[in-house]
């Protein structure tokens, strides 16, 4: 069992990493790089807490080879919050009470990240198939769609802010 | 003021606010660290060889092959854990649950363990381990492990409850009865009598975070654990006596948590884990896989039972009686006197006043794993039987079902079916909301239908030890022993801020490790806002007593003087009038000079929680065809007493609600004939999805605990116990069909639906 | 000293005599509990494996230093645990 | 384990037939993965064809699709020609799984697991879709029902690969349709499945093909079942016997996700509303 050199980009940094072949992104995330954000509910792809982008697409790391990520882009929820501004779906998850334990909150995050990149204006039932992969056993998922709800309303304001020419 | 705990219906400053969660920016960001967050320098990696069978007598472990292993540094059996349980039944219990002791009892019980360099090595370590196995019938069925021709899981046990002693050993363990009047006589004033069996499956917490620790013993008998628990002072107590150590040499820091909801009440790998550690002299860290979370942590149990109702054409109860059957795994119940279908039974009738009562539990052991506590342990299903069958009787009477029990409901000086004679309480409360409630008069569409039922928890108290410190520049530090597992640290940020008349942002609340405070009892029963705010309320009025010694010193007048208001000190009389109130921040800067630190602190044991009652509503759509069941609308209305923080209220209940859904609907164990567990994944325990739920609506209502002085009740667990019975109802009022066996699924549906179109 | 009714679960009903309920003079929690372990002595296995007391309805699992004022209706049942 | 990600199809197949120990294809790996994780497989070699461009692309014309083996399930989705021209088979294909596991898996890797429950299996039989097989040596087209043999079992040989799926030419008035129970509406094992795929003319079917998933060790195509319905217009009558068709080709087994009775009968139920989809789809009305 040789380790495997892999050279890849995590939250917009070029990182290096060893490991064996067999061992899982969220392996490597976790045990090797520190960001264990990323969570093992199951190491099965059935309960989301894992999920990261891998070039741009949400994945669970635990269904992916650490040395898949070689010349890919990962994002993980570790680089959600910019320059210490936290996101709005962060802020919203906190706001609207939307984690009690929290483990999978962060898989959750980013699957509405990705959610709301595709479709800034989803309706509940959207919400609630797009997050179809992430389990959570606190909240009912009440609180979560609500403050998915709330990020894509806020989000949809900033951007028409940032660019007023679209609305015309 | 001082510590008396009754209620006095004060004004709240900040009490019911809906404030950020202090730990909500760690977990929004990935930096929350629960179980499997941590490591220690040089640790190894501790993994669990498990029996494939049911049941089998351990001939021999041979470790040889696997300890010559390198990388291989400890290997532990039940030969390196000598019993030191002292006649202890249920110590022993655990114990041999952790490890088996010449016999596995379930599929999935550990038999072995390792602690290797890494993932790989004791990977292949265990397969190196070779156990020879005498496979032994088994029996995984309640009813079936009742019957006279069923295996025997323990020789030596004789049913207790019953006279005279039995003179042969079953699998029967416990009889216990409860109630009241005569129900005989009762049933013979009826003019109508149900009668109905029900069987419910066997459930999981399904708590997402598995369970995980990294532990680290010392040879001079000094250790500590990092422990995703709900009672990191049990666990403490519970490990260091299984293994002789010290309690307050072992030192237990408790992770975040990932969702328990009983399950992290009780030890799994983690006294096996701190064996390991001693045996390595490493530190070990062990972290449960899925499957093993499945198989060998301790889901509820799965039922069978008998209910009886009786009542007049005026709708009046005459009579109620239930027998319920309980599995609790391979073991006695989890802690001493404390038997699975005896609580069932304590609770089944709870929501009514009834003359004559009476619940009887079968506690029996199988071949399963160890049942655990699962939110309102043991109510949710002799609630499914008795609410369904209610609602039966309510449908012969041609009554509607929320006026029958609104006729039948428990109020002040109804005695309890378990006993005692209620104080105030919020059954029939809830049941007027119910009635009032919108949701009530919506329009249902075909194959629609609506179904209600009720609930009822004990919720309680126990031990509590909390420290408020001030610092310097008045900011505040809150210390409690009790886990939060669903916001309690914000709940109780509020109370400190509340109690002090300061600001919520400036008490910052801290999960202490077992080293810094004295013993709490761990976060079950719905205690933890309950026992711990308790506790903050009066470690909060003593620092308010400390605070006026030192405006009293600072303006060198008595203390007597000296009064506390809105967050500052004031000097009371008219000589004083000259003298500015002193803030807590002011008072707080001077306290180097004027005595050192401020502190308050308490250690109680705030009984009492205050009884819970909860009723849902439920809109489900069948379809006729496939059996599948969609909750379309869902409402929960629950007393909660005082709701500290509204929004977590909410939480709780509408988690629960989710939880008792997914019960209802699709989760179930499944064993196969060979007594192993067949779906130990969540891709086959199904718990409900995002897109399987609509929002959950919330109606709290605040009926006051006289013996808290907000009048706060629990809240956690109540709103789990009603949705089997209100889903139910529900398919009854939409397809026709009464369900008698959980999960409702959709063979059982579909099947039903046949029955009935072939009649 | 107030007068105490002592109501209890079905299965202590041999250990403390036979009767469906007692009644005994005592001022707190403790104090009528030490009373009826001194005259059950059946009660301490009970007790061992636990017992919570009732008082009006409400529980005590562990605070037994609750004052009991006369006509009180103290109910002896099962210490349990939640989830 | 050893890991290799060729730029070309025959130096994949190239390695997998050299491996001496068990040497597997990783194309999303959400079942590869899943089965090394609970120890089911111990593979000397996995071979990534995420890297080889004619496994990523997708081509679609007049004269048919084409869709590499590595095409993730959100890939397929998101073109939208091939969604119009087989909405059964896309849709199908977009079960498997969450948002998660549509990032990773394919359709090649959904029939080569060889699942009797795989989604997008009966609805590529039902579309007569095949697969191009190629070996170090030789290339190969096959139909997608000759591929699964058994559970877990199909007739690659040792060195072989499938590069793509083709989908025929899409006929007018034509139009398939996938349907699947689940207990749960997300995140679940189809219990039982149905592709339907038909062509009409003047307003009655023309020619249908039927498979059902999930009742049988592999997904099975049901002659009579279409047969039930060509030549009508999905009255009642003819969906009574579709249906009974259905059922009457069932051959399931009892296990955690579903009894052979419950199978039975849905198959028949999802038959009759898939075959309605499928009529609408293709301007029957």
């Given amino acids: 069992m040789s380790a495997v050199l892999v050279s890849t980009t995590i939250n917009d940094d070029a990182v290096q990493f060893a490991c064996p072949p067999e061992e899982s992104l969220l392996s490597v995330l976790r045990n090797r790089l520190g960001l264990i954000g990323a969570k093992e509910g199951c190491s099965t792809g059935d309960c989301g807490a894992c999920s990261v982008t891998l070039d741009g697409r949400l994945v669970c790391s635990c269904l992916v080879l650490g040395v898949e990520a070689q010349g890919r882009e990962i994002a993980t929820i570790e680089g959600m919050a910019v320059d210490g501004k936290l996101h709005p779906l962060q802020e919203n998850f906190i706001d609207h009470a939307a984690l009690q334990c929290g483990i999978c909150t962060p898989g959750f995050l980013m699957a509405a990240r990705v959610l709301l990149e595709r479709n800034p204006d989803p309706t509940e039932s959207e919400i609630r198939y797009a997050l179809a992969g992430n389990l959570c056993r606190c909240t009912g998922y009440d609180k979560i769609v609500h403050a998915v709800q709330a990020s894509a309303k806020e989000m949809r304001k900033l951007d028409k802010k940032k660019s007023p020419r679209k609305k015309a | ?759 | 000293m107030p007068l105490v009714k002592v109501s209890y679960m079905s299965s202590l009903r041999s250990a403390l005599g036979g009767a469906e309920s007692l009644e005994i003079e005592a001022t707190t929690l403790r104090q009528l509990m030490s009373k009826l372990l001194a005259k059950y002595p059946r009660l301490q296995k009970h007790l061992d494996e636990g017992i919570a007391l009732a008082v009006n309805g409400e529980i005590y699992r562990d605070n037994w230093d609750v004052e009991i004022r006369e006509g009180t209706e103290v109910y002896l049942m099962p210490r349990i645990q939640g989830g | 384990m050893r890991y290799e990600a060729p730029a070309t199809t025959r130096e994949a197949a190239a390695l997998l037939e050299s491996e001496p120990g068990g040497a597997f294809v990783l194309a999303g790996g959400t079942d590869l993965l899943v089965r090394m994780k609970l120890g089911h497989i111990e593979p000397g070699l996995v071979v990534d064809i995420k890297r080889i461009p004619a496994m990523k692309a997708i081509s679609h014309s007049a004269s048919g699709s084409r869709i590499g083996a590595a095409v993730s399930g959100a890939e397929l989705g998101e073109h939208k020609g091939i969604a119009k021209a087989w909405p059964g088979v896309v849709e199908a294909t977009n079960l498997i799984g969450s948002d998660q596991i549509q990032s990773r898996c394919t359709m090649v890797g959904n029939l080569c697991n060889a699942s009797p429950a795989a989604d997008s299996v009966p609805a590529m039989i039902a579309a007569g879709a095949k697969v191009v097989v190629v070996s170090p040596r030789r290339r190969r087209t096959v139909p997608i029902e000759k591929i699964v043999t058994g559970p877990g079992k199909t007739s690659l040989a040792k060195g072989e690969v499938i590069e793509a799926v083709i989908l025929p030419a899409r006929a007018a008035r034509s139009a398939d349709a996938y349907l699947r129970f689940t207990p749960r509406t997300e995140m679940d094992i189809a219990v039982v499945s149905v592709g339907v795929n038909l062509t009409l003319e003047r307003g009655r079917v023309k020619s249908a093909r039927v498979v059902l998933g999930a009742v049988a060790p592999t997904a099975i195509l049901v002659p009579a079942a279409a047969r039930a319905i060509v030549g009508t217009r999905l009255d009642d009558e003819a969906l009574d016997k579709l249906a009974a068709a259905c059922s009457a080709a069932c051959n399931p087994i009892d296990d955690k996700r579903g009894t052979i009775e419950y199978r039975t009968k849905v198959a028949g139920v999802l038959a009759r509303r898939a075959a309605k989809i499928a009529f609408k789809r293709a301007g029957g009305a």
């Fill in chain 2, 1 to 759: 003021m001082g510590n008396d705990p009754s209620y006095t219906n004060q004004k709240f400053k900040v009490i019911g606010s809906r404030v950020q969660r202090p730990d909500g920016v760690d977990k929004v960001t990935g930096r929350a660290r629960y179980g499997a967050d941590y490591n220690a320098p040089g640790q190894l990696v501790g993994l669990f060889l498990r029996s494939p069978h049911a049941h089998a007598r351990i001939l021999k472990i041979s470790t040889s092959r696997a300890e010559k292993l390198s990388g291989v540094k400890a290997i532990i059996t039940s030969a390196d854990l000598p019993d030191l349980t002292n006649g202890d039944n249920a110590a022993r219990d655990i114990l041999e649950n952790c490890m088996a002791r010449g016999r596995a009892l379930y599929d999935g019980h550990a038999v072995a363990a390792v602690a290797a360099v890494d993932e790989q090595t004791a990977k292949k370590a265990l397969k190196l381990i070779k156990v020879t196995y005498e496979v032994l019938p088994h029996v995984t069925d309640v009813d079936e492990a009742m019957k006279p021709e069923a295996p025997v899981i323990h020789e030596d046990m004789y049913t207790a409850g019953i006279e005279p002693r039995p003179t042969k050993p079953s699998n029967l363990y416990n009889v216990a009865e409860f109630g009241h009047g005569d129900v005989e006589a009762g049933f013979a004033e009826a003019d109508l009598i149900v009668e109905k069996s029900y069987k419910t499956e066997q459930t999981h917490q399904g708590y997402i975070e598995p369970h995980a620790c990294v532990a680290s013993v010392n040879p001079d008998g000094t250790g500590e654990l990092w422990v995703t628990t709900q009672g990191h002072f049990t666990y403490r107590s519970v490990c260091a006596s299984l293994l002789g150590m010290d309690i307050a040499k072992l030192k237990v820091t408790s992770s975040e948590i990932g969702g328990g909801f009983g399950g992290k009440t009780h030890v799994w790998i983690e006294p096996i884990t701190l064996a390991l550690s001693r045996k390595a002299n490493r530190p070990v860290k062990a972290v449960m896989s899925r499957e093993e979370v499945f198989r060998a942590s301790g889901p509820t149990s799965s039922t069978s039972i008998d209910i009886k109702i009786g009542a007049k054409k005026d709708g009046t109860v005459t009579a109620a009686f239930a027998a319920l059957r309980y599995q609790g795994g391979a073991f006695r119940g989890a802690i001493p006197g404390m038997p699975w279908a005896m609580i069932g039974a304590m609770t089944s009738f709870a929501c009514y006043n009834l003359a004559n009562v009476k619940s009887v539990g079968y506690d029996v052991v199988v071949n399963r794993p160890k049942v655990a506590a699962y939110r309102a342990p043991s109510a949710p299903m002799i609630a499914f039987a008795v609410e369904s069958t209610m609602d039966m009787v309510a449908k012969e009477l041609g009554m509607d079902p929320v006026d029958f029990r609104i006729r039948n409901a428990a109020r002040e000086g109804t005695r309890a079916c378990y006993g005692p004679v209620y104080g105030p309480i919020g059954i029939g409360a809830t049941l007027e909301a119910v009635k009032n409630h919108p949701h009530m008069r919506a329009r249902l569409k075909k194959n629609q239908g609506r179904g209600m039922a009720c609930g009822f928890w004990f919720n309680f108290g126990g031990q509590t030890c909390t420290d408020l410190n001030i610092a310097t520049d008045g900011s505040v530090t809150l210390t409690v022993g009790t886990i939060d597992v669903g916001g309690s640290r914000a709940s109780l940020s509020l109370i400190a801020a509340e109690e002090l008349g300061i600001p919520y942002e400036q008490v910052k609340a801290h999960i202490a490790d077992t080293g810094s405070l004295g013993h709490n009892d761990t976060t079950e029963g719905s205690r933890g806002t309950f026992s711990s705010g308790m506790a903050a309320i009066f470690a909060a009025r003593q620092a308010i007593g400390v605070l006026r010694e030192r405006a009293a010193i600072m303006w060198n007048i008595p203390v007597e003087d000296v009064a506390w208001e809105a967050g500052s000190a004031k000097a009371i009389g008219s000589k004083h009038r000259k003298l500015k109130p002193l803030s807590l921040a002011e008072i707080a800067a001077a306290s180097p000079t004027t005595g050192g630190p401020i502190a308050g602190h308490n250690e109680s044991v705030p009984d009492n929680a205050g009884v819970s009652f909860a009723s849902h509503i439920c809109d489900v759509e069948v379809d006729p065809e496939t059996g599948g069941t969609r909750v379309i609308r869902y409402t929960v209305v629950q007393d909660a007493g005082k709701a500290i923080h509204p929004t977590y209220v909410e939480g709780q209940m509408q988690g629960g609600a989710a939880q008792g859904i997914g019960w209802a609907l699709n989760e179930e164990y499944i064993y196969g004939e060979d007594g192993r567990l067949q779906n130990p994944g969540f891709l086959d325990y199904r718990i409900p999805v995002c897109s399987d739920l609509p929002f959950i609506d919330t109606q709290i209502l605040e009926i006051p605990n006289p013996n808290h002085p907000y009048g706060v009740r629990g809240v956690g667990e109540t709103s789990i116990v009603p949705p089997l019975a209100a889903i139910g109802n529900a398919i009854s009022n939409a397809v026709g069909v009464r369900m008698n066996h959980v999960p409702m699924s959709p063979p059982r549906i579909l099947k039903a639906l046949e029955q009935l179109d072939a009649t």
